[in-house]
């Protein structure tokens, strides 16, 4: 398939057929993904992947998160029910972590690059018939969360990726096109 169409029918997918990814094939895919442009080769990148029975621990933290948000004590376990009842059926998570440098600048680079990893191996999934959706969910900052994952301090978790071959895909939401949103400058 060709760069343009790819991109224009990749989609964010929620729901998933019942059926496992391939961790090596993961692996490939990121190892492609990472060929982003990087300021200075900080490369402050890593991946955590969670599939299989490690996707219980991560649906009973975001049960457990759901039924603290939850005012009403009654709704509260249907509440969290339903969060890991979303959590469990993701075949796989790929958690992208960055570690966070202290300069301003250099920080912003690195993020500017580990998203670009993140949609560049979205494309690389699409391909291959799996769809994803980015999450950046306030779990991401729960200490339970990061606990979960690895994550340590000063390292962000960029975001959360739910992976799986697709049981729905959503139809396409319009887009402006860029000639609405160009100002071109072409005088001194």
Same mark, same amino acid.
């Not at 790929?94 to 690195?110: Q, S």
């Given at each position: 398939?060709?760069?343009?169409?790819?991109?224009?029918?990749?989609?964010?997918?929620?729901?998933?057929?019942?059926?496992?990814?391939?961790?090596?094939?993961?692996?490939?895919?990121?190892?492609?993904?990472?060929?982003?442009?990087?300021?200075?080769?900080?490369?402050?990148?890593?991946?955590?992947?969670? $599939? #299989?029975? =490690?996707?219980?621990?991560?649906?009973?933290?975001?049960?457990?998160?759901? +039924?603290? *948000? !939850?005012?009403?004590?009654?709704?509260?376990?249907?509440?969290?029910?339903?969060?890991?009842?979303?959590?469990?059926?993701?075949?796989?998570?790929?958690?992208?972590?960055?570690?966070?440098?202290?300069?301003?600048?250099?920080?912003?680079?690195?993020?500017?690059?580990?998203?670009?990893?993140?949609?560049?191996?979205?494309?690389?999934?699409?391909? $291959? #018939?799996? =769809?994803?959706?980015?999450?950046?969910?306030?779990?991401?900052?729960?200490? +339970?969360? *990061? !606990?979960?994952?690895?994550?340590?301090?000063?390292?962000?978790?960029?975001?959360?990726?739910?992976?799986?071959?697709?049981?729905?895909?959503?139809?396409?939401?319009?887009?402006?096109?860029?000639?609405?949103?160009?100002?071109?400058?072409?005088?001194?």
């Amino acid at each position: 398939m060709e760069l343009a169409q790819l991109i224009r029918d990749r989609r964010s997918v929620h729901q998933f057929e019942d059926r496992p990814v391939s961790l090596d094939l993961v692996k490939e895919l990121l190892d492609t993904a990472v060929w982003v442009p990087n300021h200075k080769m900080t490369q402050p990148w890593r991946f955590v992947i969670v $599939q #299989g029975e =490690g996707r219980e621990r991560l649906a009973n933290i975001a049960r457990a998160g759901a +039924e603290k *948000r !939850e005012k009403d004590p009654e709704k509260s376990q249907e509440f969290g029910q339903k969060f890991y009842n979303r959590f469990i059926s993701v075949p796989m998570f790929v958690a992208v972590v960055m570690t966070e440098n202290t300069h301003p600048v250099v920080w912003e680079e690195d993020y500017a690059s580990t998203s670009c990893i993140i949609h560049n191996f979205s494309l690389l999934a699409w391909e $291959q #018939g799996l =769809g994803l959706v980015w999450e950046t969910y306030p779990l991401l900052h729960s200490p +339970e969360f *990061r !606990e979960a994952l690895g994550v340590k301090p000063g390292e962000k978790l960029i975001g959360s990726l739910h992976l799986g071959y697709p049981a729905k895909v959503p139809t396409a939401q319009s887009r402006i096109p860029a000639a609405e949103l160009l100002t071109v400058i072409d005088r001194a």
